[in-house]
């Protein structure tokens, strides 16, 4: 059964310091993962990874893939209190449909 | 604002009554997906129809039914509802090619009382 898990559940930090989030997944026909942040309504796009080791950046926010190990990460440097949220992390896993598969999600604190 | 609208937001109803989601995808976005999101489950898939064709099913319930009509607006459809069922509802697009991130709207809170 497909699956996609993230780590930790949840997090608290302080202003300032640099946070990484964790995704692994297994999902046949891999095509793409994809980063959310979750606020208090809709999951916003943060971004969508096909190929290995090729870092997307915005701002301070930066993620990578790697598909040898079936695995992203999600980094958030020098963050704020506007950065806690619930960041989802999902995978595309067929080539026919957008179907999504969810992780947990992992709930971000910041601390000012 | 993803430009996907979805209503009503908030919805509360009876156990055995029927509700009806509505969804509005982004302008030029064929494919629209919907979503239910609980505590214990989290995001879970529940239906894709791209261009008023159905493309691709999760759980969904047999008491759920969904459309998208000509105009690509879609709706969900939940019939006898059970306390279960409270939950988010999110609707999201898609250009609808498969290399195309999924935009959400801001979802329905349904409460079954």
């Known amino acids: 059964e497909d699956k996609v898990v993230q780590s930790p559940l949840s997090l608290v930090v302080h202003e300032g310091d640099t946070v990484t989030l964790n995704c692994s997944y297994e999902v046949t026909n891999f095509r793409s993962l994809l980063w959310y942040k979750q606020e208090k309504k809709a999951p916003t796009f943060l971004f969508m990874l096909?190929?290995?080791?090729i870092e997307k950046k915005s701002g301070r926010l930066s993620s990578i893939l790697d598909k040898k190990e079936l695995f992203s990460i999600l980094n958030i440097t020098a963050t704020q209190t506007g950065d806690s949220a619930i960041y989802l992390c999902?995978?595309?896993?067929?080539?026919?449909?957008?179907?999504?598969?969810f992780g947990q999600g992992t709930t971000l604190q910041v601390k000012p | 604002d993803s430009g996907v609208t979805q209503t009503p937001k908030h919805l509360i109803t009876a156990t055995g009554q029927r509700v009806t989601l509505r969804c509005s995808p982004r302008?030029?976005?064929?494919?629209v997906y919907w979503y239910q999101q609980s505590l214990d489950q989290g995001l879970q898939f529940l239906i894709q129809?791209?261009?008023?064709?159905?493309?691709a099913k999760g759980n969904i319930l047999e008491r759920f039914s969904a459309q998208q009509f000509p105009d690509l607006h879609s709706e969900l459809n939940l019939s006898s509802l059970e306390l279960g069922d409270s939950a988010l509802y999110f609707c999201a697009s898609s250009g609808g090619g498969s290399g195309q991130p999924q935009h959400f709207g801001d979802g329905t809170r349904l409460s079954i009382l």
């Open positions: 096909t190929s290995s080791g």
């Open positions: 129809y791209y261009n008023g064709e159905e493309r």
């Open positions: 302008s030029g976005d064929l494919s």
């Open positions: 999902a995978a595309h896993g067929s080539s026919n449909t957008g179907k999504l598969i």
